[in-house]
């Protein structure tokens, strides 16, 4: 099993970045995809969360109306296209991919949003 994020990078406050994850090993179809990040001296926080059936979408408070997440199944891939970033997006952030008792992470992509 493998989720490999990229797309990120360093960007001004205001600008846009889009982070993909490739998904391997497992029926990407049949799991929830999510976006978490973690900012340093902090807890990882769920960011968005995309369902396995309908492609119900779902927001932190924090991103709502900012962030978008898709899926695209037949590619295996989970994106989140972030808009209008502000300084305190910046976070490493990590996929995840949950379906009953399995439960799977990416490394990570770095997002740093300053100017």
């Known amino acids: 099993v493998q989720l490999v994020e990229s797309g990120g990078g360093l960007v001004q406050p205001g600008g846009s970045l889009r982070l993909s994850c490739q998904a391997s090993g497992f029926t990407f179809s049949s799991y929830i995809m999510r976006w978490y990040r973690q900012a340093p001296g902090k807890e990882r926080e769920w960011v968005a969360a995309v369902s396995s059936g309908d492609d119900t979408t779902n927001y932190a408070d924090s991103v709502k109306g900012r962030f978008i997440i898709s899926r695209d199944n037949a590619k295996n891939t989970v994106y989140l296209q972030m808009n209008n970033l502000k300084p305190e997006d910046t976070a490493v952030y990590y996929c995840?991919?949950?379906?009953?008792?399995?439960?799977?992470w990416g490394q990570g992509t770095q997002v740093t949003v300053s100017s």
């Open positions: 995840n991919a949950r379906r009953g008792i399995y439960n799977y």
